[in-house]
């Protein structure tokens, strides 16, 4: 449903409204709004009625992790994320999610939510991939369309993000990306092209990376020569949380926002500019037009034309997110047709693997959010199957990289938490409440909305354990930090003045702890004037060296004497992270070991995979069956039983490449640098690589099984192009198989002969399209002058060379049709 606002005033009339309201403002309120008041709020100024808006994170969901100054907490859908709304390959559910997400936005009074991440996949290690899309900018861009159209049909608006070539977190904050313009404009820019043009966000966030030496934030090509003026973006371009570092530069550059606040870069620094003549008070003038026509499309202005209050996490946006989790998941293998699941004969079902009772949902950083439930495999597998088959679990072994952090079942009714408006527990605390989970990010602002500067929090409870034996705990936090246990210091860790971008410490010691005795548990954390963000995690595990052999052992007993076992695996919540890079494409800890044995000891294996991104598989040849799951949501363990089962027909396609090692890799040897990281590959990303190379890789870009099959014939295209007219192209699609199912039928175009290095074909179009058994439709595409056009950079544009071009069709870029389309 779309939101309309008859009391919008209409384009002319706002226009001067913002005008009149600009010749009131003073030059300290103008500067102002360029700045946010705390983590999440743009200024206000109550003389003019003006309000503030709040942004919040997410793209996955509405993010409320924990309660924050002034804003709304409360049980949000956890929807799966970006690769998985990729691997859809459906725009128009995606926008229907939008949809949804626009509701939740608004019932937590809300006007921003932080995405979508239209970040290409570069390098299968990059910690972020599992937020964005693909290594496609075309289909990044489709996809990207329809989230910022269902968000904003809501009357919310969103922020696109990271503008530009975020494509690692390894010196984010800090490191250059390297990269020349043509590949810049083929790879890295058409997803934002093509979401700004056709969507219009509200706002567009930039990175934190420098682009070949300037900071994003302050980067005048991209923001003020490309998006604003070359684009014709009309929105507010904000910074990434701390992502700005100047004054003048950053405003002449083309940020409009400085967020979080308060200011650091400008408040009274930009007031002072200005009237020291560094900067004129024209281009604060063009920042604040901008800032004031997004807050009108708030309809805040208008008391006539208030939004609806929304809905948080209802029935319907559980099915939708439960629907994406279905769509999106990909059959990469499956001999002998060993699914769906045939229960004839089945007796016993074993379900083996750390991913199995554990409801993996997102990656870490700012993306993740908790949701109000969690539905694992086994419990949806149990849910699906128990009155017909015994369901059975052993997890075989951990996948654990770091320690969890510390549980509820640890800690019964949570730690006792104070809060202190000082670096020094001085005085009364200022608020007192439970904590459940000691896992905290704070900015400017700290637990309260009173915190402005330094403060400290102590935490205090007692701690039991279910086993005697030996436990670590593991303390992360910038500031200060001292954890006791019975009055006896444990750990005490300093990260002051620290000189790095994101000071985090680590600290880990290991205790031996009974189960016959509850241990009082204090921890201290401090954080001072220097800091201006502040982190803090306490993570606690049982960590038992001598049970590993016996969780596998039990495990491959299980399977042994079970009709089928099914392996969930893949990488622990939050190893794929914002803030991190992964080290190898190795499933962590022993899974490899363990879906060998259990494949030896029953041939009816089937691996089920999570994970945001390409895994090594030096287990494929020995199990008939693989589904990647990704990271399905809140509702994952019903649709991943729906999918085995058969009620659900796999129909998701892989937005990457999964390559059979990782030298294969187009970025393989760039990354991750250091204070530069060079794009040598150029605009042979992802499969343009792989088809260049002529390297196999273990699964191709758009590859996807399905429970039926698809032929597809009469392909035709119009030979000739003129430019004032799209080429057509289209296809017969029949399914040729048993049951319904969809398919995604993709044209990809190649250049014949051309007077640079162009990719054996690009991704230019794509539909899916859903088939009952026998049936037939027509496929139609609409191709444009730049789906066959390069970016040439002598001449600083587009260019379509004459000659011959090739649309090849299929169901993966490992196309079966083509035909020869000449252009003059």
């Known amino acids: 449903m779309t939101l309309t606002h008859k009391s919008q005033p209409i384009e002319e009339e706002l226009d001067l409204r913002i005008e009149d309201i600009l010749h009131k403002l003073t030059l300290k309120e103008k500067v102002a709004f360029l700045s946010g008041i705390d983590n999440w709020h743009t200024s206000a100024v109550e003389r003019l009625g003006i309000p503030s808006i709040t942004m919040t994170d997410g793209p996955h ?64 290690l990059a910690g972020r991939n599992f937020e964005s899309y693909s290594e496609d900018p075309y289909l990044a861009g489709r996809i990207g369309i329809g989230f910022v ?61 420098r682009i070949n030496g300037v900071y994003a934030s302050q980067n005048n090509h991209l923001l003020n020569d490309i998006l604003k003026e070359e684009w014709g973006y009309e929105g507010v371009v904000i910074s990434d949380w701390g992502a700005n570092h100047t004054t003048v530069e950053s405003v002449a550059g083309g940020l409009d926002i400085e967020m979080p606040g308060p200011a650091k870069y400008y408040g009274n620094l930009l007031v002072e500019a200005v009237n020291n003549w560094q900067m004129d008070e024209k281009v604060i003038d063009a920042s604040v037009r901008r800032i004031l026509k997004m807050i009108f499309k708030t309809s805040k202005l208008s008391a006539q034309s208030m939004l609806p209050k929304g809905s948080l996490n209802t029935p319907e946006h559980q099915t939708l997110a439960r629907e994406l989790a279905e769509q999106s998941m990909v059959l990469l293998k499956n001999e002998g047709q060993i699914l769906p699941l045939n229960l004839s004969g089945v007796r016993r079902i074993a379900v083996i693997g750390p991913n199995a009772a554990e409801a993996s949902i997102g990656g870490g950083g700012s993306s993740f959010l908790e949701p109000p439930y969690r539905i694992s495999p086994l419990a949806g597998l149990k849910a699906k199957l128990g009155s017909q088959v015994q369901v059975d679990y052993e997890p075989g072994c951990d996948n654990l990289v770091d320690l969890p952090p510390l549980k509820d079942n640890y800690v019964t009714g949570g730690l006792s938490a104070q809060y202190f408006n000082n670096p020094s527990f001085e005085g009364s605390p200022a608020a007192e409440r439970i904590e459940s989970k000691m896992e905290f990010w704070w900015f400017e602002h700290g637990p309260i909305p009173e915190f402005h500067g330094p403060f400290s929090g102590r935490w205090s409870g007692s701690l039991s354990v279910p086993t005697s034996g030996n436990y670590t705990f593991c303390l992360i936090n910038t500031g200060i930090s001292r954890l006791y246990l019975d009055g006896k210091l444990l750990v005490e860790k ?6 790095a971008p994101f000071p985090v410490g680590r ?126 949501g809140l ?64 699964f191709p870009f758009g590859y996807g099984l399905s429970y039926t099959q698809f032929e597809l014939s009469d392909f035709q295209v119009m030979n000739y192009v003129n430019p004032d007219e799209p080429v057509h192209a289209s296809v017969k699609v029949k399914n040729i198989g048993k049951v319904k199912g969809k398919e995604v039928v993709q044209l990809y175009v190649t250049d014949k002969l051309s007077s640079l290095p162009r990719p054996p074909k690009e991704l230019k179009g794509f539909k899916k399209v859903s088939l009952a058994p026998g049936e037939t439709m027509t496929v139609d595409f609409y191709l444009d002058q730049r789906a066959f056009a390069f970016y040439d950079p002598q001449s600083s544009d587009w260019i379509v060379e004459p000659g011959e071009f090739e649309l090849l069709i299929g169901c993966s870029s490992k196309t079966t049709l083509k035909q020869t389309l000449s252009i003059e």
């Open 494 to 499: 300093s990260m002051e003045n620290n000189p």
């Open 635 to 698: 509702e994952g363990g019903h649709a991943v039983a729906n999918v085995l089962t058969g009620e659900v027909n796999p129909s998701g396609k892989l937005s990457v490449t999964f390559p059979k090692k990782l030298a294969d890799t187009p970025a393989f040897i760039n990354f991750p640098g250091n204070r530069q990281v060079y794009y040598g590959e150029g605009i042979f990303v992802g499969y343009r690589y792989y088809d260049q190379r002529e390297i196999e890789p273990l």
């Open 149 to 209: 159209k269902g968000v904003q049909s809501q009357g919310i608006g969103t922020s696109l993000k990271h503008f530009a070539c975020n494509n690692q977190e390894t010196e984010r904050g800090r490191g250059s990306s390297e990269i020349d313009e043509r590949t810049l404009r083929e790879i890295y820019l058409p997803a934002f092209e093509a979401i700004v043009k056709e969507a219009n966000p509200w706002t567009v966030m930039c990175a934190y990376n």
């Open 507 to 632: 600290s880990t010691v290991e205790v031996k702890l009974a189960n016959d005795k509850p241990y009082q548990l204090t921890l201290e954390f401090v954080k001072p004037a220097s800091d201006r963000f502040a982190h803090l995690r306490l993570l606690f595990a049982f960590t038992p060296k001598a049970e590993e052999d016996d969780r596998l052992a039990r495990a491959v007993k299980l399977a042994k004497e079970s009709d089928i076992a099914l392996l969930f695996v893949g990488n622990p919540e939050g190893y794929e992270s914002e803030g991190n890079d992964r080290p190898n494409i190795d499933l962590p800890g022993r899974q490899n070991e363990l879906i060998a044995a259990v494949a030896a000891a029953n041939p009816r294996t089937i691996v089920v995979l999570y994970s945001g991104v390409p895994v090594a598989m030096p287990w494929l040849d020995d199990v008939p069956a693989l589904l990647d799951g990704y990271y399905p």
């Open 61 to 124: 969901g509405v993010r409320l992790n924990q309660p924050e100054a002034n804003r709304i907490y409360g049980p949000a859908t956890s929807f799966p994320t970006g690769v998985s709304m990729a691997s859809s390959w459906d725009p128009e559910l995606i926008e229907r999610v939008g949809e949804a997400l626009g509701e939740e936005t608004r019932a937590v009074e809300c006007d921003i939510l932080l995405g979508p991440c239209v970040n290409i996949a570069r390098h299968p």
